[in-house]
């Protein structure tokens, strides 16, 4: 009897632990279906509440970094060089002599979205009553030219020649109360190179912890565009301590190019945390822009360049090996502490999109404000300019990323354009 009862006993237990697994698997089975009915539903809002990029995921960031040339003689080039009336000689290519034109029909396509099409008058509506100022050295230069012929472009009538006054040039739109100025300073700290026509220096001399003499004319802009990368990458400069007119000042040769570049964005940027602003002036950084002067990069013989290049570079992640990543580290690192401490800036990242475009320089199709000698003339290559760019050109595409974050009103101070 006591033997058949253990046998009834155990029997139930193996049911009841039976009907309990039973019981809980079938409890997840309920969870897992209700889990994914409602995750699918949550999907489904996502897709019908966002609209729907090339990539089509959900609430993407716009990379207009990230892309590739498409040669485009329709709509490209964005305006002529010789309907540009503020054109300068250091960019007209055409009219020095250079033949082709395909370098103008290139149209940057960034790979998960589209680049806004410059609209002057859109630009123009919000830059209504206020000041745009470019800083910087003559990359920055070739940067502002493009932007007053491509405003020029769209035909509107009451532009006012350019006013020079020391280092700054201003740009009047008279319709709008609106000026697009460019000011000279290569280094963005004072230096005995600040003369924006007499720069021409063999000894480089920097005052690295002193900017007012220059800052105090970009104070009242409301959007201030900056570059500052080529004139640091000499191997030898001298720092100075004190004023140009003083006995006692002290002057220090430096080698250290990362250290002395380093220094001078750490007084750039003390003087944007204390100075400009923040509620009401917006700020860029554009990073390196890309010489194309050692054609093996390329896959080309070591003693040529960008001179009689008519094609882009079509290897994808192409990087030239004169792109100082480094500096560029710098750069970066200055800009994103000052966004730490609640400063509106941004880094626009132009040095890869720009780096395919070994085509678009001027190469021997400028005027020469130095005389040429004899060995250069026989040698194009040697006094080919594989630093600036043609116009129109490559700065089209930058001033388009520039009015892309300008004009986006949605994103007016939590912008999205990924760097």
């Given at each position: 009897m006591?033997?058949?009862?253990?046998?009834?006993?155990?029997?139930?237990?193996?049911?009841?632990?039976?009907?309990?697994?039973?019981?809980?698997?079938?409890?997840?089975?309920?969870?897992?279906?209700?889990?994914?009915?409602?995750?699918?539903?949550?999907?489904?809002?996502?897709?019908?509440?966002?609209?729907?990029?090339?990539n089509s995921s959900p609430e993407p960031k716009c990379n207009l970094f990230s892309g590739s040339w498409v040669f485009d003689n329709v709509s490209y080039p964005l305006y002529k060089e010789q309907q540009c009336s503020f054109m300068t000689d250091d960019f007209a290519c055409h009219k020095f002599g250079r033949k082709d034109s395909k370098f103008q029909h290139w149209r940057w396509q960034p790979y998960d979205c589209d680049l806004p099409r410059f609209n002057a008058k859109a630009l123009l509506e919000k830059l209504k009553g206020k000041r745009v100022l470019f800083v910087g050295d003559s990359l920055n230069k070739n940067q502002w030219v493009s932007m007053v012929c491509l405003i020029e472009s769209s035909g509107i009538p009451s532009l006012k020649s350019p006013i020079w006054k020391g280092n700054l040039i201003t740009f009047e739109v008279k319709e709008y109360n609106a000026t697009i100025d460019f000011y000279w300073s290569p280094l963005l700290v004072e230096s005995n190179c600040d003369d924006p026509v007499k720069h021409r220096v063999r000894d480089r001399i920097i005052r690295i912890e002193a900017i007012e003499k220059h800052a105090r004319h970009w104070i009242d802009a409301d959007i201030l565009i900056f570059d500052s990368f080529t004139w640091w990458l000499e191997s030898q400069m001298t720092l100075l301590w004190g004023s140009f007119e003083s006995s006692d000042a002290i002057y220090k040769k430096v080698g250290m190019k990362l250290r002395r570049y380093e220094m001078a964005l750490r007084t750039w940027s003390d003087w944007l945390e204390f100075q400009i602003d923040r509620k009401r002036t917006r700020l860029f950084f554009m990073s390196l822009s890309p010489p194309h002067r050692n054609a093996t990069d390329w896959g080309m013989g070591n003693d040529q360049n960008c001179y009689n290049e008519t094609e882009p570079i079509s290897r994808k992640q192409y990087w030239g090996s004169e792109n100082d990543v480094k500096m560029m580290e710098i750069a970066e690192k200055a800009v994103n502490g000052l966004q730490k401490r609640g400063v509106d800036i941004q880094y626009l990242n132009i040095t890869q999109l720009s780096d395919y475009r070994k085509d678009a320089h001027p190469s021997i199709y400028k005027r020469n404000w130095v005389a040429l000698t004899k060995e250069q003339l026989l040698n194009p290559r040697s006094y080919a300019d594989c630093v600036h760019w043609c116009l129109p050109g490559v700065p089209d595409v930058w001033n388009q990323i520039l009015y892309a974050n300008i004009v986006d009103s949605t994103k007016e101070k939590n912008r999205d354009f990924s760097v």
């Open positions: 006591a033997s058949a009862e253990k046998v009834v006993h155990k029997s139930w237990i193996v049911q009841y632990n039976l009907h309990s697994i039973l019981g809980i698997l079938l409890l997840v089975f309920l969870f897992v279906s209700f889990y994914l009915i409602g995750d699918s539903n949550n999907a489904g809002n996502i897709l019908e509440n966002n609209p729907t990029r090339k």
